[in-house]
T-cell receptor
Framework: EAQVTQNPRYLITVTGKKLTVTCSQN?????MSWYRQDPGLGLRQIYY???????DKGDVPEGYKVSRKEKRNFPLILESPSPNQTSLYFC????????????FGAGSRLTVL | KNEVEQSPQNLTAQEGEFITINCSYS?????LHWLQQHPGGGIVSLFM???GKKKHGRLIATINIQEKHSSLHITASHPRDSAVYIC?????????????FGKGTKLSVKP
């Protein structure tokens, strides 16, 4: 089944403890992206990648890192999480850099205490 | 830099009604996305359109590139259509990489 898989789905952690949210897709999509969703602010893009070894900042990249070493994986790294990074995170992918539909992961709810 | 406005913010309808949700943006674009987020939180892409009109079942999406406006219509609405509908456009017009999202329209369809 074609899908985007995120892990973990739920995580409670403490300030400063490094964590990684993984994202993997099995559709051979070039484009992958991370978003966060907060009440009243909607979805906002964190980082995106147009292809392997190519990453770019979205609107809210501060406090996050990403890497795209292989096509299928696009992990989101929080080096030193803070409470303002408590949010619902979504990974998505699509074919190519052009106008194609996005496929979203199920979301990862992160709480930083 | 694009700005996106959706209206209405909230919408309550009776089953069977025709629904229209609007999305306006400020910078010319090559394509626009319509997304659906169910109460459980999952997001599904409904349409990506760059001109004219697309139809999928009871859902119809239209876009007017000159007016910088898109509409999502639901015919014969059903309680299972209750969800948040979100439009998204490229932040800087051309490139599809960097997207900006509307705040969403929360639709509730009563039986």
């Amino acid at each position: 089944e074609a899908q985007v898989t995120q892990n973990p789905r739920y995580l409670i952690t403490v300030t400063g403890k490094k964590l990684t949210v993984t994202c993997s897709q099995n559709m051979n999509h070039e484009y992958m992206s991370w978003y966060r969703q907060d009440p009243g602010l909607g979805l906002r893009q964190i980082y995106y990648s147009m292809n392997v070894e190519v990453t770019d900042k979205g609107d809210v990249p501060e406090g996050y890192k990403v890497s795209r070493k292989e096509k299928r994986n696009f992990p989101l790294i929080l080096e030193s999480p803070s409470p303002n990074q408590t949010s619902l995170y979504f990974c998505a992918s699509k074919l190519g850099s052009g106008a194609n539909v996005l496929t979203f992961g199920a979301g990862s709810r992160l709480t930083v205490l | 830099k694009n700005e996106v406005e959706q209206s209405p913010q909230n919408l309550t309808a009776q089953e069977g009604e025709f629904i229209t949700i609007n999305c306006s943006y400020s910078v010319g674009i090559s394509a626009l996305h319509w997304l659906q987020q169910h109460p459980g939180g999952g997001i599904v892409s409904l349409f990506m359109l760059s001109s004219g009109k697309k139809k999928h079942g009871r859902l119809i999406a239209t876009i007017n590139i000159q007016e910088k406006h898109s509409s999502l219509h639901i015919t014969a609405s059903h309680p299972r259509d209750s969800a948040v509908y979100i439009c998204a456009v490229p932040h800087y017009g051309g490139s599809q990489g960097n997207l900006i999202f509307g705040k969403g329209t929360k639709l509730s369809v009563k039986p």
